[in-house]
């Protein structure tokens, strides 16, 4: 199983970007999907979880009331709105599953995670 991300590029502060998970051969509404970043010389955080046992949601404290995590299923592919960039968001960001939760951990650790894809680049300028 590979995931792949889109939707990444170079914005300003403020600005909104809205990135693409999708998972060619595996349907999504099964299974809890989470959003991870990592900048340069950082560990890998975990940023948004969609649980599809209840569709509930869950953000980490640094980007609660800014990002979204949302489903399409009929295209197979979830979302994570991005608004009010800051130059802290810049990272690469990844999905990755866990196929045995449908949904989000309290804390979400990436090695927890057995799928990934190769990331999309977001850089926020000041």
């Known amino acids: 199983v590979q995931f792949v991300e889109s939707g990444g590029g170079l914005v300003q502060t403020g600005d909104s970007l809205r990135l693409y998970c999708a998972a060619p051969?595996?349907?999504?509404?099964?299974?809890?999907i989470t959003w991870f970043r990592q900048a340069p010389g950082k560990e890998r955080e975990g940023v948004a979880c969609s649980a599809t046992n209840d569709g509930s949601a869950y953000y980490a404290d640094s980007v609660k009331g800014r990002f979204t995590v949302s489903r399409d299923n009929a295209k197979n592919t979830v979302f994570l709105q991005m608004n009010s960039l800051k130059p802290e968001d810049t990272a690469i960001y990844y999905c990755?599953?866990?196929?045995?939760?449908?949904?989000?951990?309290?804390?979400?650790?990436?090695?927890?995670?057995?799928?990934w894809g190769q990331g999309t680049q977001v850089t926020v300028s000041s």
């Open positions: 051969g595996l349907f999504l509404q099964y299974y809890a």
């Open positions: 990755a599953a866990n196929l045995m939760r449908t949904s989000c951990p309290t804390t979400l650790i990436q090695h927890e995670y057995d799928y």
